[in-house]
């Protein structure tokens, strides 16, 4: 995406061939920082610490972790002991442990002195098929948009709801759920952005507010909680959120809160869409209910983070001392919520064999197929 | 309620008989303060700034305005002016203008010289009543609560999920959600109550928190968009919350993100009661989304108030410089998704001829066979 001058991805490789660089997502949207990693520790710890989220940006970024292991130490057990690193860095989303593993595919018959530039290749291979995706998701999902703007007579903009960030800065480059957003704006159809917080960290308020402004799409940010009356209401359209994980089945692990949006849309009748690149659907997975959920530390419940009035970022606590707290980072929503998945080849319907019907080569039928 | 060593009300006269004390809950949960209101114009302001809020207590303070009124001028006008501006300090909940006009009523044919004292009276009254109210509504929902410990048999606490805050600091004692949980408590029913933050204000994380705290029963804060998570995982056995304005339908106007956690209890089959004080009834109003829904300060969302690490309490923004913000104070729970109203007269089924049976004196039939 542009932002000021440029042309900005979230990971890119250092000029240097090596160091793998990311935008530190903890700095946004009140500055902008970019860390470098040189080590697969380095990149674990940013996918933990979340300086890198969104499943198809920790998916990449694990890949390159793979790769700067690679580059350390070719022997035999340095990639796959730094892939056992990564994959435990988060455990809901599917694209991590997917990356990963395909780059550790890619070195495993390499004699070890050519490891590493495997290794790197099948990163940038993977950042690059991934922009594709997204670019064909934003394509399919601005066809939706459309259709929306028509069935209004042309006559006013389109609502759009969306959930927490899955614009550039959660994937590699574009987006998914935004990825439509912006692609119907380039088609110029008239829309607003109806945008989610997204508690505990934000992410609404501040990543897909900032990358908004900066793509001069007009958005209101809203509570969580103001989602079910904005639709109850027909304040919006449609909603279309991203996944983290999605179930061979069509249930949709997204970012806690996703799962009562649904609820709410179906309510008011409101189309319901996730945008879900291939990667994050796990085949082995049929039943939503059985994608581990990630808990995280109270502490991103407990306060909150953001610009103080001394000009620095600060964490501001919002419960008594000692209170407990919990904090799910992640909900599933069942597949029967779900009006569709924006697919890179298309939308499917949320069911097994509407995947399969996008994805035979995916499915059990054309799996066995292929044997 | 007990607050160290004495029992502490959210409203109270204070000793020359002529100021109103209430807890400043702006302060709250990080520093404990108490306002002298003396005029009607600090009732309002206490109202419309939120250092009292709640919709029994909001009723208890304009009561108070207007006697503050009728002591300072007690001539014709001034105390049906004064009954204006509070009244249009807060649009949504009911109790404000019920408890108003009430004493309106009382002073109406009062010669002036007796106003101010029949004011003071009425106002008095008007707090006895919300205590028994409360005191009765505690009951009938500890019955409700006591049935679930029963039907698991005992062999583990229950769960209450609540949203907001419905203690006693939203009341002038006892509260009325969180009046069957105390009530439930002290019948040594074992418990544990979920608390949703409820953005933007904290309430939920801020007071309902601190209530629980002091009074010893065993809770966690969680976001609200994780609500729809613990139901669908059977994490409660049932949702109680207070309300702002009931129609007479039986649609529960309350903080808004409560209508997406009746969405979430139905969808997970978990009861949902609303605790509903009479005067919050709105007799004259059968569809609730009908009710006007007040917005607020966008600055409200922009940022979150808590404690900073200085020891200060801060407000911090979370959205970039300049986004746009909507703020809508409340959402209308359809009455089709609430398992049963639990007034001071008991259980209500959510429909009109739910609550006539109960009030048979405000229904249409009721009020017929009274002329």
């Avoid at 892939?83 to 988060?90: H, P, S, T």
């Avoid at 989602?227 to 999605?246: E, M, N, P, S, Y």
Wanted: hydrophobic content about 45%; overall charge negative.
């Amino acid at each position: 995406m542009r932002t000021g001058e440029r042309d900005q991805r979230a990971i890119w490789l250092d000029e240097d061939g090596w160091g793998v660089r990311v935008i530190d997502q903890r700095a946004l949207p009140h500055g902008f920082r970019v860390l470098r990693l040189e080590t697969a520790a380095d990149a674990a710890s940013a996918i933990r610490e979340m300086a890198v989220r969104g499943a198809p940006l920790i998916g990449a970024t694990g890949a390159y972790g793979v790769a700067l292991a690679a580059r350390a130490e070719p022997a035999d057990r340095a990639p796959a002991d730094a892939a056992n690193l990564l994959k435990d860095a988060r455990p809901t989303g599917a694209n991590l442990a997917w990356a990963v593993d395909r780059v550790i595919g890619a070195v495993s018959e390499v004699p070890p002195a050519r490891r590493a530039a495997a290794a790197y290749s099948e990163a940038a291979r993977i950042c690059q098929e991934d922009a594709a995706i997204n670019r064909a998701i934003g394509e399919h999902g601005a066809e939706l948009i459309a259709a929306e703007w028509e069935r209004a007579g042309r006559r006013r903009r389109v609502e759009v709801l969306t959930h927490c960030n899955t614009g550039w800065l959660a994937t590699v480059e574009r987006g998914t759920a935004l990825a439509a957003v912006y692609e119907a704006a380039e088609r110029e159809i008239p829309l607003h952005v109806w945008v989610t917080e997204t508690r505990p960290r934000e992410q609404g308020a501040g990543l897909t507010a900032w990358e908004l402004a900066q793509a001069g799409v007009p958005f209101t940010v809203i509570v969580d909680g103001a989602a079910g009356h904005l639709l109850q209401r027909r304040g919006a359209d449609l909603v279309i959120v991203g996944t983290d994980r999605t179930s061979a089945g069509g249930d949709v692990a997204n970012k806690i809160g996703t799962y009562p949006l649904a609820l709410a849309a179906r309510a008011s009748e409101v189309p319901f869409y996730a945008a879900v690149p291939s990667p994050s659907i796990d085949w082995a997975i049929a039943d939503g209910l059985a994608i581990p959920i990630e808990e995280r530390d109270p502490a991103e419940v407990a306060a909150v983070t953001g610009l103080a009035p001394s000009g620095r970022v600060e964490s501001v606590r919002v419960v008594p001392q000692g209170a407990r707290v919990a904090n799910w980072a992640f909900d599933v929503t069942p597949a029967d919520l779900v009006s569709g998945l924006i697919t890179e080849r298309g939308v499917a319907q949320a069911t097994s064999a509407g995947l399969a019907a996008l994805f035979p080569e995916r499915s059990p039928a054309g799996a066995s197929n292929q044997a």
